[in-house]
């Protein structure tokens, strides 16, 4: 009685997984799918500064003190710096060969320092003071993490309101009284857009107690709207 109970159990529910299954397999008809998008133009409000120290020596040791001395000479200078992030960046060295390349005549080793700030005029400042004793490697401008949520958010009502628009567009083609969304994906990507002032910028960044000019640019924000709607006669 026991066995003949179990069979039936297991019989009873093959038999709701295999309906579960076909209902699922069931094709859908009327389905279209849709792409939009929404973008804006956001200014970069991020700056970004690599300093570099780098020195050559045949003692190793030596030669990590003097690039050490000053890297923490610089650092303890950019700290005092009121809005300025600092860390330290990427780290090595390398051997000199001598002429033939075949035996090593000394060391060369290079340190990096990287700022970063939302308030340009400060860091281009800082930047001037310690290119006295280190080396611009390079600057760079982005959007800061909070505007770039704040811009995302507000670009995600743009692209839902213009993936609706386009859902009512092919409803009304379609003769269709209804739809309903079965499914919609959204992503976020952005496009840097060309700026022509960067030379200057550098050129003015590294004479002493002056301002550079900076013009940071814009990147291109956007949002799309991905998915698909069933149309209802």
């Not at 003190?65 to 000479?73: G, M, Q, R, Y």
């Not at 976020?188 to 940071?216: F, G, H, I, W």
Request: glycine share 6%; charged share 25%.
């Amino acid at each position: 009685m026991i066995r003949t109970l179990g069979l039936c159990a297991l019989f009873s529910t093959t038999a709701l997984l295999s309906a579960g299954a076909l209902a699922d397999a069931t094709p859908r008809y009327n389905q279209v799918s849709l792409h939009a998008e929404a973008s804006r133009e956001v200014a970069r409000d991020l700056m970004s500064v690599t300093l570099y120290s780098e020195a050559e020596d045949k003692d190793p040791a030596r030669l990590a003190e003097t690039v050490t001395a000053s890297l923490n000479e610089a650092l303890a200078k950019a700290r005092q710096a009121k809005g300025v992030s600092v860390r330290q960046g990427s780290r090595n060295s390398s051997p000199v060969y001598d002429e033939k390349g075949q035996g090593i005549t000394g060391w060369r080793e290079r340190g990096e320092l990287r700022l970063e700030s939302q308030d340009f005029a400060a860091l281009a400042r800082l930047t001037g003071e310690l290119q006295q004793s280190l080396k611009l490697g390079g600057m760079d401008f982005s959007i800061a993490t909070a505007t770039r949520q704040q811009s995302e958010d507000a670009l995600i009502k743009d692209a839902i309101a213009a993936f609706k628009a386009r859902a009512d567009i092919a409803r009304q083609a379609m003769g269709a009284k209804g739809y309903k969304v079965v499914n919609l994906t959204l992503n976020s990507n952005s496009v840097p857009q060309p700026y022509l002032r960067a030379p200057m910028m550098m050129k003015a960044a590294r004479a002493e107690a002056v301002t550079a000019d900076v013009e940071a640019g814009t990147t291109e924000v956007t949002v799309s709207a991905d998915g698909t709607i069933e149309l209802q006669d």
